[in-house]
């Protein structure tokens, strides 16, 4: 098994990053590299002020949306989880919806609600406020800084409430109902038993959304490209594709954020690295009493409506109407309105084979690295050894690669295989790139359930694979349904490898919104990212009908 694993972890991983790695040595010409070598690229991306500052501003960027994603999906996740709350079910669905608008997508969505001249808020507040002062200023400029921050958080925050509640519920209560009764109060009990026990959960959460933070390009891209305003991953894209192309600078850029995420990594490994004290699994669990908010409901259900507000209904709203819209106009008139672009998108050849790819793609990739990760996991914590701690850490590196550097190493390495082309790239594309979530979740589900379970096991006879099966699987079965959900959602929402990879004969969606937005068909783009996000919400509704599970209360099992 040890062997296979890694066979599949350098074909997936190691050998793009490889390729990528060693691609920085090279000189350039105006379409790519040539034969000879150079530090060139070394020293103007590693030692330059003017790459260092592109880095430092992801990093920056990055931390302010992983910190406000986590203060503000924290105290969700308690609210709900931990609090007597009412009609818990529905705040879960309205908390976790935007999972289903990628924050591509979203960004469309929020220009159209955002943009200082012709965005839906400020026309409509120019009309209100006009009534008692003379031309009032715009209220909402999407065009910033904030902009960008406000809108990752948006789109990012699901992560952090997802992973935190899951662990929440299933965490025993048993020592906070003793803190209880020992005189603390509910706040303490919050503060040095529960946040501390879910710490695995919060500290993976803040990983994902760091990295995907870092990593991300088109949301800084576009928007600071406006307010004058780079980032590394947008810079990287801008050397990859822009005429002339600077290959090596990419890949030197790209290398460099792989640096800066194995240190991120190391370190939530040192932090968790004692597991036992974040065992919360032991047996059957004690689910106590939950905090009564009394005259603080109204605060509670207020902070729940605004993240609701901002996150589903308004940019959920400004897409639908945008995709039914001829073009795009602050004034909304019925003469606006048709459905052109739906009834284009169904009934064209190369549209309806982008839909079969897409979910074609986020089925299968889902499969994969739930079935990798879960095994890759257990190997890790359950038979340490060298060989399974380097595999678990090379099939994790992919995760700090930006995609695009990522779509550069796997076309450099298989461009003279008959993957080249098809489908079948862009397969392992998502799975290397997906792989790293369903290790580190895994982890995490598996860091709380103690050894002496399948230990108990294996002293009643059973074999090593019986108990894994009987004990281990079923206990994290939520976590590995989570793994599911998730990598099916962003395997449909994945673009930044996808956009190097693609051919004319394997079209997926998220290629084509960037595509029409880019050419400046927002209402077309509009209209694709509503299906794609119908076939998200579709996704999760069979999945949660085969397998009994909801998404909300897998995460962090």
């Avoid at 999906?73 to 709900?80: E, H, K, Q, T, W």
């Avoid at 929020?110 to 209100?128: D, V």
């Avoid at 669990?285 to 209904?313: E, N």
């Avoid at 002496?452 to 099966?469: F, N, Y």
């Amino acid at each position: 098994m040890a062997l296979f694993l890694t066979a599949v972890v350098l074909a997936l991983a190691v050998i793009p990053l490889v390729y990528v790695f060693d691609a920085q040595f090279y000189k350039e010409t105006r379409v790519g590299l040539s034969e000879e070598r150079s530090l060139d690229a070394v020293k103007a991306v590693y030692a330059s002020a003017e790459y260092l500052g592109y880095l430092a501003n992801a990093l920056i960027l990055a931390a302010l949306v992983t910190a406000l994603s986590l203060l503000v999906g924290v105290v969700l996740a308690l609210l709900v989880a931990r609090t007597d709350l009412s009609h818990k079910s529905l705040w879960d669905t309205m908390i976790t919806l935007p999972l289903y608008l990628s924050p591509f997508t979203g960004l469309m969505a929020w220009i159209t609600l955002g943009s200082e001249k012709t965005g839906f808020i400020n026309h409509i507040l120019r009309k209100i406020l006009g009534v008692f002062i003379e031309n009032p200023k715009p209220l909402v400029n999407i065009w910033s800084y904030g902009g960008v921050v406000f809108i990752m958080f948006l789109f990012f925050c699901p992560f952090v409430y997802l992973f935190t509640v899951g662990s929440l519920r299933s965490m025993n209560t048993s020592l906070e109902e003793a803190a209880r009764m020992s005189g603390a109060t509910a706040i303490t009990g919050l503060r040095k038993i529960t946040l501390p026990m879910c710490l695995p959960a919060i500290l993976a959460s803040g990983l994902l959304v760091f990295v995907l933070s870092v990593e991300m390009y088109t949301v800084p891209g576009i928007i600071g490209a406006t307010v004058g305003f780079t980032t590394l991953p947008w810079k990287i894209f801008e050397d990859s594709t822009a005429i002339p192309v600077h290959r090596a600078h990419a890949a030197a850029g790209g290398c460099l954020l792989l640096f800066v995420t194995i240190a991120g990594v190391w370190l939530q490994n040192r932090l968790t690295q004692v597991s036992s004290r974040f065992v919360t699994v032991g047996g059957k669990g004690f689910q106590g009493r939950p905090i009564a908010l009394g005259k603080y409901s109204w605060l509670a259900v207020g902070i729940i409506l605004l993240y609701v507000l901002l996150a589903d209904i308004l940019p959920f709203g400004a897409l639908l109407i945008a995709s039914f819209m001829r073009f795009s106009a602050s004034m909304i008139t019925p003469d606006l309105f048709t459905t052109k672009h739906y009834v284009a998108f169904f009934t064209t050849q190369n549209m309806m084979a982008a839909l079969w790819n897409t979910i074609f793609l986020a089925v299968l990739t889902g499969i994969i690295c739930v079935l990798l990760g879960f095994v890759i996991s257990l190997m890790d914590l359950r038979r340490p050894s060298l060989v399974t701690k380097s595999i678990a850490f090379l099939s994790i590196l992919p995760v700090a690669v930006p995609g695009l550097v990522y779509g550069l190493g796997l076309l450099w390495t298989y461009l003279q295989t008959p993957l080249y082309g098809t489908i079948w790239i862009l397969l392992l594309a998502h799975v290397a790139k997906m792989l790293p979530y369903g290790v580190i979740v895994s982890r995490s589900g598996l860091l709380q359930l103690h050894p002496e379970l399948e230990e108990s096991a294996r002293m009643c006879g059973a074999t090593p694979t019986r108990a894994i099966a009987s004990i281990a699987a079923p206990l994290v079965k939520p976590t590995l349904i989570a793994i599911l959900f998730f990598v099916m959602l962003n395997s449909i929402k994945e673009l930044s490898a996808s956009i190097l990879l693609y051919s004319s004969n394997s079209h997926i969606l998220s290629v084509l919104t960037w595509h029409y937005m880019d050419n400046g068909d927002y209402q077309y783009a509009a209209a694709i990212g509503i299906i794609q996000t119908a076939i998200m919400i579709g996704i999760v509704l069979i999945t949660r009908m085969l397998f009994r599970a909801r998404l909300e209360a897998a995460f962090g099992q």
